[in-house]
């Protein structure tokens, strides 16, 4: 098996996440950005993660993941209870429906370099917080956004938030992670999780620089 991810992947750190909180020691490469249009050739939607197995290859992180986790090796990411499961798979297509196709709006504004309409921006972000109202709802109280232990949940949640507290307030917009009381006490205290900290760390320069070019408006 090999994982194909790029440094400072949301997406791609969702499985990073998984794989050292389970110990699976799979060989990891780091590809450029932009991605080379070569490597279509092993995804066709010509994005990362991707997993090889025996010379197959497969797409789509929450596949990947789950995939994993069908493997079997403890520790399991998936909660017990079908009940806390089921919670913990609503939290990631809550965030893949509603938040991400919003916050992606901002993101390529960044990455354009071109003049854009802040008051698209402006509405982009509206989306974003009410994406997070949502997702608040299901989060629980307590260190991890499902029951007492790490899970898919928070492989999944925890990159593309700590993206969001780096570049949106390089557009001058509010971070809305430390805006958002239930979001902020969640992203706090998860941020601290052994498996979680170093990727988030790995993550931070990477983002820096690519979204660091300054903005156009
Ligand atoms: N739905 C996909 C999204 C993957 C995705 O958007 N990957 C981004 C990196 S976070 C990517 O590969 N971008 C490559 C590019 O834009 O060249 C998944 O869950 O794997």
Redesign the pocket.
């Known amino acids: 098996m090999k994982l194909y991810t790029?440094c400072g992947?949301?997406?791609?750190s969702r499985c990073l996440i998984q794989l050292s909180a389970k110990g699976l020691d799979i060989p990891v490469e780091f590809l450029p950005?932009?991605?080379p249009d070569s490597f279509a050739a092993i995804s066709p939607?010509?994005?990362?993660?991707v997993l090889e197995v025996d010379g197959k290859h497969l797409?789509?992180?929450?596949v990947?993941c789950e995939y994993l986790e069908d493997l079997g090796k403890r520790p399991s990411l998936r909660p017990e209870e079908p009940e806390d499961c089921a919670r913990m798979r609503l939290l990631i297509r809550l965030f893949?429906l509603y938040y991400d196709p919003h916050i992606l709006k901002i993101y390529h504004a960044i990455l354009a370099q071109e003049e854009f309409d802040m008051d698209e921006i402006i509405s982009a972000m509206d989306d974003v917080k009410g994406a997070l109202n949502l997702i608040a709802v299901y989060l629980d109280d307590k260190q991890y956004a499902v029951g007492e232990t790490l899970s898919l949940a928070d492989c999944a949640l925890m990159p593309p938030f700590l993206q969001a507290t780096i570049i949106c307030p390089m557009l001058g917009l509010d971070d809305p992670i430390a805006s958002h009381s239930t979001i902020a006490g969640y992203f706090d205290k998860t941020r601290s999780d052994p498996y979680v900290a170093p990727v988030l760390a790995d993550m931070e320069p990477y983002l820096k620089t690519l979204f660091g070019g300054g903005v156009t408006r």
């Open positions: 790029m992947s949301r997406y791609g950005f932009p991605l939607l010509n994005l990362v993660p797409i789509e992180s929450q990947i893949e």
